[in-house]
């Protein structure tokens, strides 16, 4: 159980180191703004690591970005310690001047990039694509046979391993003895301790046999004993629905899984195309092929250098 634990805090401090190093991208830009505010609230101060202050705006932040998932393992003390761990780290690669050094320094706009890119699509194909009743009602026109159901009964089960148990069973059960009870205290079945409840069964889910017995029994009556392999079976019936289409609001859900995506990627593609439309683009694909070339003369003068350099 501890290395479990172990292995969990490891993938939640792995997890909010990734967290910190994106989001304090943009913690000294706004730094100097954030410490003129707090200089009026003092009372804000969470804490302070040299010359930095933390403030509660700032932890209120970081908190509500985290995933509730992670939340329910993480106290806020413990996000606290990270963010001072944090401050104190991106102290220290101050002091070496990392962000002037040329790798870094394009690591780090690559990784702004990609965080605007991700705001700018959820800003506007995210948030401006949604469904309406018309496009609901369309694709559930149209795919209307995927939506169809077999007839359910909602069955329990008795299994026990001999003819003889199996009698036993049933004269109880004929006697008026409670099915569930019976279940728990004497089935063998995965479902026993649950009752031997099966909850709803499609037809043709079972063998034929099994399957013909249960949508053959009226609600509230129990099954003859059917012998199977692995023992003898009693069923009970305690609810029927009939063969049906389900209803619009039944698969809206699903409905919005598969239509929704296709829907954000068509935006997109129409946004994409747009921008391009607008924008001025000139390219000189000539460089990347003069370098392909230079690179496959390369090879060919010193096979032996390449291979020794990979």
Do not use: C
Not at 74 to 80: G, N, R, T, V
Not at 116 to 142: A, G, M
Not at 221 to 249: C, D, M, N, Q
Request: negative net charge.
């Amino acid at each position: 159980m501890n290395q479990i634990s172990e292995k969990l805090n490891k993938v939640i401090v792995i997890f909010l180191i990734t967290f910190f190093t994106l989001t304090s991208l943009y913690t000294t830009i706004s730094a100097n703004q954030e410490q003129a505010d707090t200089e009026k609230n003092p009372e804000d101060i969470l804490a302070t690591v040299n010359d930095e202050i933390i403030t509660l705006a700032d932890f209120e932040k970081y908190w509500s970005m985290i995933p509730e998932n992670y939340k329910v393992q993480l106290k806020k003390e413990d996000l606290l310690e990270q963010m001072i761990t944090q401050s104190l780290l991106i102290q220290k690669s101050d002091e070496l001047n990392l962000r002037n050094d040329p790798d870094i320094s394009f690591q780090i706009k690559a990784a702004v990039e990609q965080i605007l890119i991700q705001s700018l699509l959820e800003r506007e194909i995210v948030e401006k694509t949604i469904l309406t009743d018309e496009d609901y009602q369309k694709y559930y026109d149209e795919h209307k046979e995927e939506y169809w159901q077999e007839e359910e009964v909602h069955a329990f089960d008795i299994l026990v391993e001999t003819k003889e148990q199996a009698e036993q069973i049933l004269q109880k059960l004929t006697e008026g003895q409670d099915f569930t009870t019976i279940a728990k205290e004497s089935s063998i079945a995965s479902t026993a301790e649950n009752g031997g409840d099966l909850n709803f069964v499609k037809k043709g889910t079972l063998t034929d046999e099994i399957d013909e017995t249960l949508f053959a029994l009226e609600i509230g009556e129990i099954s003859e004993i059917i012998a199977v392999e692995k023992g003898f079976h009693i069923f009970k019936v305690t609810e029927k629905r009939p063969s049906r289409y389900l209803e619009l609001l039944e698969v809206k859900e699903g409905i919005t899984n598969q239509l929704l995506p296709t829907r954000q990627q068509e935006a997109f593609d129409q946004y994409l195309k747009d921008i391009e439309e607008q924008a001025a683009i000139v390219k000189n694909v000539e460089l990347i092929n003069t370098e392909e070339e230079a690179v496959e003369e390369q090879k060919e003068e010193n096979p032996s250098e390449i291979l020794n350099n990979e």
